[in-house]
């Protein structure tokens, strides 16, 4: 329990956290989902484009949340059209064996750059698909320069 009287297993049994290096099968684009991740997704899930080169595998439940909030933007507006284009116009189901193994299409693979090492990340409400390197480069970035991002965050709140 922390200092506000939240419990941590109640925080972990409702979002995703961590990172997990995993392998993908290039000739079958198979892979498996760690299972810390998969207990809150179900069976069958969408996988998409993410911003930085990466996918985001996301539960029905929550891409529903997602498709009510971009799909209630005024389509007039480019910037609506292109992110409905960006995110549900690269939109896959995919569905979860009893192993969590599940098929990335290729489209998707060639996209993110996906090698034979990826890592799995999870923030939040969605998980994240990243090259293995790809993750190390941008960990680097970000251990370099938090402190200016998170100030940039800051006067962007204000």
Do not use: C
Request: hydrophobic share 35%; aromatic share 8%.
């Amino acid at each position: 329990m922390d200092n506000n009287g939240i419990k941590w297993e109640n925080i972990t049994q409702t979002m995703f956290l961590g990172n997990y290096s995993a392998k993908l099968d290039l000739i079958k684009g198979r892979t498996s989902l760690p299972s810390k991740l998969r207990k809150l997704l179900g069976k069958k899930v969408i996988i998409t484009k993410g911003y930085e080169n990466t996918l985001m595998i996301i539960g029905l439940e929550e891409w529903e949340k997602v498709v009510n909030e971009i799909t209630n933007r005024p389509f007039i507006k480019g910037e609506a059209r292109d992110t409905n284009r960006f995110l549900l116009g690269s939109a896959f189901e995919a569905d979860l064996d009893p192993q969590g193994r599940f098929i990335i299409p290729p489209i998707l693979r060639t996209r993110a750059r996906l090698t034979n090492d990826i890592v799995f990340v999870g923030v939040g409400d969605r998980i994240e698909i990243w090259n293995q390197t790809a993750w190390n480069d941008h960990q680097e970035y970000l251990d370099e320069n938090i402190e200016k991002i998170t100030s940039r965050l800051d006067a962007t709140n204000k």
